[in-house]
Each structure stands twice: as structure tokens, then as C-alpha cells.
């Protein structure tokens, strides 16, 4: 079969679209012919190997993985002699962390679902990591609750266009925060108030909130803490280094000491999730929101697309054409 494959770290410019070994799956595994996949900073991340701890991981001197893609959506095409939930021909979305730039890939029961009906592939290939990260964050982390005061930070992104629509989906008022030309974006998916942050900075206005979502966690935890209502919560999902060592060493002082709790929260691809998020895709409460979408051998220029940060929503890779693909939503560009 065809992959993308990395043998050593390094830019996308490493990437090697070559003929590689066709996977077979073990007992309780499901062989899936991929449609479509899509990338996430999580590939970019293992592809350059940095931050350097995360080579503990994925590998000291090299890859371990040599194919990377965090989420697919496909074709079942065969089965383990367990799999009890899925058969040849069905339809399904889901991941596992890598093998998904790729023509087929293995996966276990627990991490696929019968993709909406209302989906094309390209678009369910969006869903399983940044859907699942909103979610879990949004539910799990965050304790979400109807009429709660709800900002989302790094709204217009991969996770931060599902968790203003899925935080919208639980009734709560949202707030959404982006950059001037992903204003309207914000706010074609539900945002009830948005926020350039080209001009403002929410954490000094004033304004509290119950529960904050940093998608991107560009700010420090304490001027996330600042606009906490007092008992509020602060979920963080994205950040460079800095915040993330914040997070580690004054992230449990803080919710310890006082009544504002900060946390993070990473996703893990779970069927249960996965069809939860089918629910409220196949309801119309939820709708992918795709920038791009790059042809299988363009995966490079995909990731170097999204690592320039630019992305509105998902950016997808095209495996097999889907001819039955439904007519572009409103936020898509291209």
C-alpha cells in the first residue's frame, strides 16, 4: 500500500510518500481502507520531534512510528475473529494516535464508530481528535452545565470550532476568542459574543467567566485565573512550553489553595466519545468545519500549512475521492 512515511525527525520536507507493507489485523482488530485523514499539530509535533520530552515517547534518535495520522474515516475491509461490532463494508470513523496517512490501517473496536450518515469521509476524518478533545475537556474536565458563562479560547481552530458548538450544545453562553478574519466564523457556528484578540485581551476586562477552554492556552494560568467567576474552572488543551510547565508545577497549587480550579485535559480517542460526538453531528448541533483539504501525496504541504497557524477549523487529507460527498459548508474556503 501507499504511506507517508518518516524515518527520521525533522520538517515535512522528510516526509516519503512510498510503497510500504499492507497491515493485517490481529484478533480484535478491524483493517480499515482509508478514505480520508486529517492532521492535527499532534503530527507535526511527533514529525519534528519537539518539544524534546516528547521523544520519550515517540522515540529517543528516531520515529518508533514511521507513519503518522491521528484520524481517520473509511471502509471496514476486514475483521479479527473477536470484532463483535463491525463488519465488511461499514462505514466508520476514528483513530489512534498514527498509522492514518496510509491507504489501510488497524485499529481495535474501541477506537472506531459507524461515521454519521450525514457525513462525507473527508468530514468524519475531522472529528475523532478534535472532537473528542473538546468534548472530553468541555463535559469531563470542565463539569459543563446549562446557562454557565463559557469562553473558548483559540475558538476559530481544529478544537476550538467543535468546543463552541459543543459548549453550545449543552446550553451554555459562549464566548468565543479569535483573531479579526475568524470573527464571522465564531459566529456562523453559534459564538453568542466573540473577541479579536488583536484588540482586547479578555483577561483584563473585567468579565468573569464559569468555565474557560484554552484550545490554544496562548495565556499564562494566572491571567486565565484572573477572569474566573470565583469558583470557576479553567481546562487547557494546547500551549507552548511555558504554559505547559505552569500547568504541571502551579496548575495543582492553585486549585488546591483556592476556589478557581485550573486543569488540563488530552483527548483520548474513545468509542463511547465517538458516538456521542455521531449524536450530535447527525442532529445538526455540531457540523465540521473544514479549511482545506490537500490530496494524499500534498500531506507536506497540509502540515505546513496548519504549523503556520492560520487554520479555520480542520484541515483534511483526501485518500480516495468521495463521490458521495456532500456540497461544502459555509465556513469552508477552499
Not at 478491524?30 to 478514505?35: A, M, P, T
Not at 455521531?278 to 465540521?288: I, Q
Request: hydrophobic share 40%; with cysteine; proline share 6%.
Amino acid at each position: 500500500m501507499k504511506a507517508m512515511v518518516s524515518t527520521e525527525y525533522g520538517p515535512p520536507d522528510i516526509l516519503q510518500f512510498t510503497e510500504v507493507e499492507k497491515p493485517t489485523p490481529k484478533d480484535d482488530e478491524v483493517l480499515i481502507k482509508i478514505h480520508a485523514a486529517s492532521v492535527n499539530p499532534l503530527d507535526w509535533h511527533f514529525l519534528r520531534g519537539k518539544p524534546f520530552p516528547l521523544r520519550l515517547i515517540a522515540g529517543l534518535l528516531k520515529p518508533k512510528h514511521k507513519i503518522l495520522g491521528a484520524e481517520i474515516a473509511g471502509r471496514v475491509e476486514a475483521v479479527g475473529s473477536n470484532v463483535k461490532q463491525f463488519q465488511p463494508g461499514d462505514e466508520v470513523f476514528g483513530g489512534k494516535g498514527v498509522g492514518g496517512f496510509a491507504e489501510y490501517v488497524c485499529l481495535t473496536e474501541e477506537k472506531l464508530a459507524v461515521k454519521p450518515a450525514n457525513l462525507s469521509f473527508e468530514e468524519a476524518a475531522s472529528v475523532p481528535v478534535a472532537g473528542s478533545t473538546a468534548l472530553q475537556g468541555l463535559r469531563d474536565k470542565g463539569q459543563i452545565r446549562p446557562g454557565q458563562k463559557v469562553l473558548i479560547d483559540g475558538a476559530s481552530g481544529g478544537v476550538g470550532t467543535f468546543a463552541v458548538q459543543i459548549a453550545k450544545a449543552f446550553g451554555a453562553e459562549v464566548t468565543a476568542v479569535c483573531s479579526t478574519g475568524k470573527l464571522d466564523t465564531a459566529r456562523s457556528i453559534g459564538a453568542d459574543h466573540v473577541i479579536d484578540y488583536t484588540q482586547e485581551d479578555f483577561t483584563t476586562k473585567g468579565q468573569r467567566y464559569d468555565l474557560i477552554f484554552g484550545a490554544n492556552a496562548y495565556h499564562s494560568i494566572f491571567a486565565y485565573k484572573r477572569a474566573l467567576s470565583p469558583k470557576g474552572m479553567c481546562v487547557m488543551t494546547g500551549g507552548g512550553g511555558v504554559q505547559i510547565l505552569q500547568l504541571l508545577f502551579l496548575g495543582p497549587l492553585i486549585s488546591r489553595t483556592g476556589s478557581k480550579k485550573i486543569s488540563n485535559s488530552t483527548a483520548k480517542i474513545k468509542k463511547d466519545d465517538l458516538d456521542a460526538l455521531k449524536e450530535l453531528l447527525e442532529a445538526g448541533k455540531v457540523v465540521p468545519v473544514i479549511d482545506r483539504r490537500y490530496p494524499f501525496r500534498e500531506i507536506p504541504e497540509a502540515l505546513r500549512y496548519l504549523e503556520e497557524g492560520h487554520a479555520r477549523g480542520k484541515v483534511v487529507i483526501t485518500v480516495i475521492q468521495d463521490e458521495s460527498r456532500i456540497p461544502p459548508s459555509p465556513q469552508e474556503r477552499s
